[in-house]
């Protein structure tokens, strides 16, 4: 196998793992989310409320992508938003009730992606891979 295509070849996982989400997505009926919206719903599910800051920190990405994630699941009414009566320039994200009733969804699908990224690997092969792609996370 060429070396030299790795990060080309970790793009091309990411668009099968994305893919292996949409069909798990349908397949639990839930409907108007996609794979971003993933991380989200994990850290609302398992941190409870959050303020959009540090929503944005706990699944490394930029506020103004979080944003945009957060307006969609608050249009299908998964999430809802408030202002922290604290801080008026801060706003807490929390699930819904509909938002609350993904959660054994969301870990289905979850445990579902582990076992297929996985698959044919042993608990050595795992530990190594993790730590060599972090080694090439940190690269960046």
């Not at 996982?13 to 108007?32: P, S, T």
């Not at 920190?57 to 957060?70: F, G, P, Q, Y």
């Not at 408030?82 to 699930?95: K, Y």
């Not at 996985?118 to 795992?126: H, I, R, S």
Request: hydrophobic share 40%; aromatic share 6%; charged share 30%.
């Amino acid at each position: 196998m060429e070396t030299k295509f790795i990060v080309n070849h970790i793009s091309r996982i990411r668009d099968k793992a994305n893919a292996f989400l949409v069909r798990q997505l349908e397949e639990h009926h839930m409907k108007g989310i996609s794979p971003s919206h993933g991380d989200i719903l994990w850290a609302l599910l398992f941190s409870g409320e959050l303020s959009m800051k540090d929503l944005a920190e706990n699944i490394n990405r930029d506020k103004s992508t979080v944003t945009a994630l957060v307006n969609k699941l608050i249009k299908f009414g998964y999430v809802k938003k408030r202002t922290d009566i604290n801080d008026n320039r801060v706003n807490l994200i929390s699930l819904t009730p509909k938002g609350l009733k993904l959660k054994d969804d969301v870990i289905a699908i979850s445990e579902a992606l582990r076992e297929k990224a996985y698959q044919g690997l042993t608990e050595k092969d795992k530990a190594v891979l993790m730590k060599l792609l972090d080694k090439i996370y940190q690269n960046f």
